[in-house]
């Protein structure tokens, strides 16, 4: 029995968040894997000393995402925060659709919805093509080896986002270097809320101005609830920030994540390179469940007592839903080590489950789609141009992925 186990039984609760394996850098941290078959929902300790409840159950995290006794509202006593800067910098984030819940929850999403009908993703597709191609095509007359994170993987997401948005691209760099700082766990809150506050302030430039000269844009629709009073301009200005952090670096992470999967795969890969749209369909869905870069866990605070697997979740305890962890719980998925991309792996929980459930899915599985198919066609003779083991690794993000990833065909 492992030493986890015995820590929790005695009842010191293990660190959270969790060190991976480096023997195998898609696998989930083992310590998650141990505390599941201890219980799926199990006290951790986190930075602060506080002792939040952490669950690791493909069924006890689905259970808890629906259910409206657990809140997201980050300025009630007791939320576990991801770390200091995000706990000292509460006050300076409006009401979002990422920290609300209820009837105000469904007031912002449905803005940021109708940014993401089915339509306007679909009519995404040939600029998402577009772009891809012009990027490889950029790789293949430049230098070998090539990053493929700096050169594809960070590039097409941030491009697609500032598109629909309507933020210029040339600010791509800034974006990119404040959103890494404003969430750096190793960041002081100082930095964390100067960056914060540099990439809002930006943001609500634009939509001030977006609210007398109006664009074809998701950007220019929230302006226009903001002229409409349905919200106000720090609100429109937040879910444009909202929407740019979360859509771009996810995806990137995705992107080259995913290539190295497939390259250390070749078996599966060849699966991908002779399959239809349902084959790369279904592939995309695996790799969103085999990589897990949504590893360091949601936050959430119990609004009521809850009891599930055989615990007893008190009003005002904070709540860790680890989604790398149960997207390999054997329960939902056989052999969940296993990269196959023939199983069915639908219900996974890569984009989350219940009313937070990610609003950009649709365009982040065009892009993987498209970029996927792309990369094999486009370059047929792609590989790692380093060994393995000098890949670097994002443990330290919020989101996990590789810092650059060498390619050579
Ligand atoms: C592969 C790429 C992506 C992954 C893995 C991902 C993952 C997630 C996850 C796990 C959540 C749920 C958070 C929670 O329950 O606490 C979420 C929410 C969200 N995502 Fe994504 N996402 C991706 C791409 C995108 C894109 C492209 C956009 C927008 C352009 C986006 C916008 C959002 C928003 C606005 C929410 C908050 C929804 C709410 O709270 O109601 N995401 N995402």
Redesign the pocket.
């Given at each position: 029995m492992s030493d986890t186990v015995t820590e929790v039984r005695n009842e010191t609760v293990p660190y959270f968040p969790m060190d991976r394996d480096a023997r195998c850098p898609f696998a989930p941290p083992d310590g998650t894997r141990v505390l599941r078959e201890s219980n799926p929902v199990s006290r951790v300790e986190i930075w602060d000393g506080s002792r939040p409840w952490l669950v690791t159950g493909h069924a006890e995290q689905k259970a808890l995402?629906g259910d409206p006794r657990i809140s997201?509202d980050e300025k009630l006593p007791g939320f576990p925060h991801w770390n200091e800067g995000m706990a000292a910098n509460v006050g300076m984030r409006p009401k979002s659709?990422?920290n609300s819940d209820g009837a105000d929850?469904s007031h912002f999403?449905r803005m940021?919805t109708r940014a993401f009908t089915f339509k306007r993703v679909k009519e995404l597709r040939p600029f998402i093509q577009e772009t891809t191609d012009e990027l490889i095509d950029t790789i293949l007359a430049g230098p070998k080896p090539a990053d493929l994170v700096a050169t594809l993987a960070l590039p097409l997401?941030s491009i697609v986002?500032s598109q629909m948005l309507g933020v210029p691209y040339d600010s791509h760099a800034f974006f990119q270097e404040n959103s890494v700082k404003s969430v750096d766990r190793y960041a002081t809150p100082e930095e964390n809320m100067q960056a914060f506050a540099a990439m809002f302030m930006f943001m609500l430039e634009l939509v001030e101005k977006k609210m007398s000269e109006p664009a074809d844009d998701v950007l220019s629709d929230f302006a226009r609830h903001a002229k409409e009073g349905e919200i106000d301009a720090a609100e429109a200005a937040q879910m444009g920030l909202?929407?740019l952090i979360?859509?771009h670096e996810?995806?990137a992470n995705?992107i080259a994540l995913g290539t190295l999967a497939l390259l250390e795969n070749p078996d599966q890969l060849s699966i991908l390179r002779s399959g239809d749209d349902k084959v790369v369909g279904d592939a995309v869905e695996e790799l969103?469940r085999y990589l897990g870069?949504?590893h360091n866990g949601?936050r959430r605070i119990a609004l009521e007592d809850i009891e599930i697997s055989g615990q007893h979740i008190n009003a005002g305890d904070g709540v860790i839903i680890e989604?790398s962890s149960s997207n390999w719980d054997p329960a939902a998925f056989p052999e969940p080590e296993r990269l196959d991309l023939t199983r069915s792996a639908r219900h996974h929980t890569?984009?989350?489950f219940g009313?937070?459930?990610?609003?950009?899915?649709q365009?982040?599985r065009a892009e993987?789609q498209i970029v996927y198919t792309s990369i094999f066609e486009r370059i047929p003779d792609i590989r790692i141009a380093v060994p393995t083991e000098q890949i670097e690794f994002k443990s330290d993000r919020l989101a996990y992925g590789v810092y650059s990833l060498p390619i050579t065909w």
């Amino acid at each position: 029995m492992s030493d986890t186990v015995t820590e929790v039984r005695n009842e010191t609760v293990p660190y959270f968040p969790m060190d991976r394996d480096a023997r195998c850098p898609f696998a989930p941290p083992d310590g998650t894997r141990v505390l599941r078959e201890s219980n799926p929902v199990s006290r951790v300790e986190i930075w602060d000393g506080s002792r939040p409840w952490l669950v690791t159950g493909h069924a006890e995290q689905k259970a808890l995402l629906g259910d409206p006794r657990i809140s997201v509202d980050e300025k009630l006593p007791g939320f576990p925060h991801w770390n200091e800067g995000m706990a000292a910098n509460v006050g300076m984030r409006p009401k979002s659709v990422f920290n609300s819940d209820g009837a105000d929850h469904s007031h912002f999403r449905r803005m940021m919805t109708r940014a993401f009908t089915f339509k306007r993703v679909k009519e995404l597709r040939p600029f998402i093509q577009e772009t891809t191609d012009e990027l490889i095509d950029t790789i293949l007359a430049g230098p070998k080896p090539a990053d493929l994170v700096a050169t594809l993987a960070l590039p097409l997401p941030s491009i697609v986002i500032s598109q629909m948005l309507g933020v210029p691209y040339d600010s791509h760099a800034f974006f990119q270097e404040n959103s890494v700082k404003s969430v750096d766990r190793y960041a002081t809150p100082e930095e964390n809320m100067q960056a914060f506050a540099a990439m809002f302030m930006f943001m609500l430039e634009l939509v001030e101005k977006k609210m007398s000269e109006p664009a074809d844009d998701v950007l220019s629709d929230f302006a226009r609830h903001a002229k409409e009073g349905e919200i106000d301009a720090a609100e429109a200005a937040q879910m444009g920030l909202g929407m740019l952090i979360a859509g771009h670096e996810t995806s990137a992470n995705m992107i080259a994540l995913g290539t190295l999967a497939l390259l250390e795969n070749p078996d599966q890969l060849s699966i991908l390179r002779s399959g239809d749209d349902k084959v790369v369909g279904d592939a995309v869905e695996e790799l969103m469940r085999y990589l897990g870069i949504i590893h360091n866990g949601q936050r959430r605070i119990a609004l009521e007592d809850i009891e599930i697997s055989g615990q007893h979740i008190n009003a005002g305890d904070g709540v860790i839903i680890e989604l790398s962890s149960s997207n390999w719980d054997p329960a939902a998925f056989p052999e969940p080590e296993r990269l196959d991309l023939t199983r069915s792996a639908r219900h996974h929980t890569g984009f989350g489950f219940g009313p937070h459930q990610c609003i950009g899915q649709q365009l982040a599985r065009a892009e993987l789609q498209i970029v996927y198919t792309s990369i094999f066609e486009r370059i047929p003779d792609i590989r790692i141009a380093v060994p393995t083991e000098q890949i670097e690794f994002k443990s330290d993000r919020l989101a996990y992925g590789v810092y650059s990833l060498p390619i050579t065909w």
